[in-house]
């Protein structure tokens, strides 16, 4: 087996959002404050709160992830980030409305210390937002430029010893790959040409990866995944990860489809609506925008159940997602599901599910999670794509020679075994436990699960 070396987290990790006055950003940065003072417990992040089991189950030997792995210590983040309103964090926060006052005023004084630098906006990617903190140049090559010097400003003024870029900022409008996208010239030149097809996005992703700095990307819009930019993360030796954050309705599918396909059982159609408030539903409420969330949220069901091999069961199911924009609800996301089924005989049955549940506070351990295993990616030598890190995602990128995994146990189970292989541990198997024996000269086939 490859042994494995990881650089130790040293120093101070900086993490720079991409929207850091949004809803998101701003319940992930009063939570992880308040956590790293004892005054919350980080709900919801795997990284603090997972476990993962090592050697025989017998043996009782399950550490901490982050006890296992070496990965950055909460007292070592340092934030900041770009946004199209310049108002400190806290003032942000409050305008959002996902925190109440009284979590809030735990790290007022921390909040109210950051304020965004100018973002990359252009309202033609996102018809329903305005902003008037906001960069402006000859052209989207200048504005990376910009970009760039941000990082390295930012980097200097805290003596940070490494950086991530996340992206946790509003959906852009649906943009397919075209050809300024398809190698790393051709989007150098588009840039400079301010061509339409390289998006806000897209200018983030070049501007990190070329200061040899991990990028995630958050929301569902085509954005590092262009082969343009995997070429240059490949040359730059440099991990990055996307799309679009699992959180509501999209984690339960993961959960509720590979039980049905693990039983045999048919689906007829799958009617999934979704009403939300916030700034994420304003702005989804406009057609080209809505596409680019409908195109994740519809790639999922076929990933798992797999139609072509089981005609029988799901070659012809029905399935539509709605997002509808309903101000009154604020951060409080209600995901309705309606799923017809059949069984033995095809006898039809139905699940009615109803998630009343709060966007960002099921993103922002997300958000916690990825920075720090995408610092850790960069610190053990990975580079280009993170499958491993589809667990986060509803529409995870993935080499063009590979199929996305979509099920969200077996995403954990290779998650924790990529961690396994990193820190020179076999991966879990089995075989052990199922009445297989082990004998010399077999050819096994090993089945891995998860803890």
Request: charged letters at 25%.
């Amino acid at each position: 087996m490859k042994s494995y070396e990881i650089q130790k987290a040293e120093g101070k990790l900086g993490i720079l959002l991409v929207g850091i006055s949004g809803a998101v950003s701003t319940a992930f940065l009063a939570g992880t404050m308040a956590v790293r003072k004892g005054k919350a417990i980080p709900v919801g992040s795997l990284t603090q709160l997972g476990t993962i089991r090592i050697g025989k189950r017998i043996e009782e030997n399950f550490p901490r992830i982050k006890d296992f792995v070496p990965l950055a210590e909460l007292n070592d983040l340092v934030f900041g980030g770009w946004d199209i309103r310049n108002e400190n964090s806290y003032e942000s926060a409050k305008i959002a409305g996902v925190l109440k006052d009284s979590d809030l005023d735990l790290v007022k004084d921390e909040l109210k210390s950051l304020r965004p630098m100018k973002a990359v906006f252009e309202k033609q990617y996102a018809k329903r937002l305005d902003g008037n903190w906001v960069k402006q140049a000859e052209n989207k090559y200048e504005l990376m430029k910009q970009l760039r010097a941000d990082i390295r400003a930012f980097k200097e003024a805290h003596n940070l010893d490494r950086v991530v870029v996340i992206w946790s900022a509003s959906t852009e409008i649906f943009l397919p790959i075209s050809d300024v996208h398809k190698n790393l010239q051709s989007f150098v030149e588009g840039m400079k040409n301010n061509s339409f097809e390289i998006a806000p996005s897209m200018i983030y992703a070049y501007a990190a990866i070329a200061e040899n700095v991990p990028f995630i990307m958050g929301a569902p819009n085509l954005s590092v995944e262009t082969p343009a930019l995997i070429e240059f993360a490949k040359q730059q030796k440099v991990p990055v990860a996307g799309k679009d954050f699992k959180t509501g309705q999209t984690m339960v599918k993961t959960v509720i489809a590979p039980m049905l396909k693990a039983r045999m059982l048919g689906l007829n159609g799958w009617f999934s609506s979704n009403i939300l408030g916030n700034r994420d539903g304003e702005v989804l409420d406009d057609p080209d925008n809505f596409k680019t969330k409908e195109e994740s949220k519809l790639s999922v069901l076929d990933g798992i159940l797999q139609p072509d091999l089981y005609p029988e069961l799901y070659a012809d199911y029905y399935h539509k997602v709605r997002i509808n924009y309903y101000p009154p609800s604020g951060d409080d996301k209600e995901g309705w599901d309606n799923i017809d089924i059949f069984g033995w005989l095809g006898y039809k049955m139905q699940l009615k599910i109803d998630f009343l549940c709060k966007d960002s506070i099921l993103a922002a351990p997300i958000v916690l999670d990825l920075v720090l295993f995408g610092d850790l990616a960069q610190r053990s030598g990975m580079k280009g794509i993170q499958e491993w890190l589809s667990f986060y995602f509803k529409s995870p990128i993935h080499d063009v020679n590979k199929v996305p995994e979509h099920d969200l146990f077996i995403q954990l189970m290779k998650l924790k075994n990529t961690l396994r292989k990193l820190m020179n541990k076999k991966p879990i198997t089995h075989l052990d436990t199922n009445g297989i024996e082990d004998y010399k000269g077999h050819n096994e086939s090993i089945v891995l699960t998860i803890d």
